[in-house]
């Protein structure tokens, strides 16, 4: 199942919720829907769920206008970050709630749902708990059972609303790389709303940036992390460092100090802003003078990476710098050392218009 939004715009009095979104989810794709608190992700998934109305665009489910169809026609099925399982029934009640309740025509015998159930939980490895109630299990098998009871009326479309959102981090990971695994073999239609980023650069097929109410950006997780559209949202997919400096023949100049910068460069001498992620520096004990001066003021070897918080000596700026634990074991790299700062490469640069 496909789904098309074109031209949607939503507003709460005043306030523009979505704000002309037009979008395209090919069928068996898995979206994340990714943005900070407030920027829409809930009312695009809850509009295309059909559970809120908007002001004007079209959506569409496989072309087809879905206008008339209501939340339950539509074959949807949810999972929420506050999984609302029934707390009075066991877990197999709650999957077989679904297949339960449909009008007798079309509601399958006690047997085959009794097939059903122990399918998905079989598919969400938690079978040995079916007899249990909802309070009876941790928060990572509750959100794994709100999966298996979406999953039981065979919905055309997922749509999960921070479904991890409340979990712990390590259960986040195991749960997320589960779901992974799940849509490669099911590719079910999925739209998965986080704030977390590393969850959408991991999951995800294409991840959508939103920022009040619009798209910012829409890609694939390689594409938007290295080809980001602008500093919103280079800086929302990961930590990023920011300079304000002055351009001139492919040198930045950050204070007194002319920083190389390798691709860049300009006609004119422009003043920008330069961003650039942890991993684009380069540190060496030995004096350049195409280098920032700074002091170590902590090293963090614990990951797989190292991380290097510094402070510049002559404007102050902290700087976040990542090296691989075989540089760190090479340079020895120490607190309170005086070291010297220069760029490997830039992110993202942004030219400011000088004031006249
Ligand atoms: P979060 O990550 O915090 O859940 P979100 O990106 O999902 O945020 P939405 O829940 O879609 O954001 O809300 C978008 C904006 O619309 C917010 O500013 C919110 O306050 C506003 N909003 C949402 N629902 C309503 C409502 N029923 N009435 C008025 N304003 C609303």
């Known amino acids: 199942m496909s789904i098309e939004l074109k031209h949607v ?46 002001d004007e665009g079209q959506v569409l489910f496989s072309g087809r206008d879905a206008q008339d169809q209501k939340a339950r026609e539509r074959g949807v099925g949810f999972v929420f970050q506050h999984y609302a399982l029934f707390r009075h029934m066991t877990v197999f009640d709650n999957i077989a709630f679904g297949l339960n309740v449909q009008p007798g025509k079309i509601r399958p015998s006690r047997q085959e749902i ?45 749509l999960l609303d921070e479904p991890f959102g409340s979990l712990d981090a390590q259960v986040r990971k195991e749960l997320r790389a589960w779901l992974r695994r799940f849509h490669d073999e099911f590719h079910i239609t999925t739209i998965f709303v986080t704030h977390d980023q590393e969850e959408a650069l991991e999951v995800a097929d294409r991840i959508v940036v939103m920022n009040k109410g619009m798209l910012v950006q829409v890609g ?19 930590n990023v460092n920011f300079f304000h400096c ?12 002319a920083l190389e910068v390798p691709g860049l460069s300009v006609d004119q001498p422009q003043t920008a802003k330069l961003y650039v992620r942890p991993n684009q520096f380069k540190i060496s004990r030995v004096f350049t003078k195409a280098a920032l001066k700074a002091i170590v003021e902590y090293v963090n070897p614990a990951g797989t990476i190292v991380k290097v918080n510094l402070k510049t000596i002559d404007s102050g700026e902290r ?3 990542e090296i691989t634990q075989e540089e760190f074991k090479q340079s020895k790299i120490r607190k309170h ?15 400011v218009q000088d004031d006249p």
């Open 9 to 54: 715009y939503k507003k709460f009095g005043n306030f523009k919720a979505l704000d002309d979104v037009s979008l395209k989810i090919e069928d068996g794709e898995l979206l994340a829907l990714l943005g900070p608190s407030g920027s829409g992700k809930t009312t695009l998934l809850r509009v295309v769920a059909g559970l809120d109305s908007f």
């Open 319 to 321: 700087i976040l710098v």
């Open 114 to 158: 009794r097939a059903k159930v122990m399918e998905l939980l079989n598919l969400v490895q938690l079978e040995w708990l079916a007899e249990r109630y909802p309070w009876q299990l941790s928060g990572g098998q509750r959100q794994r059972i709100a999966l298996a009871r979406a999953l039981a009326v065979r919905p055309k479309v997922l």
């Open 246 to 257: 002055r351009l001139e023949q492919g040198k930045a100049m950050i204070g007194d100090t």
């Open 220 to 238: 694939t997780p390689e594409d938007v992390f290295h080809n980001p559209v602008n500093s919103f949202v280079l800086s929302f997919l990961g």
């Open 337 to 351: 050392e005086k070291v010297y700062v220069s760029l490997k490469d830039v992110s993202y640069s942004e030219y």
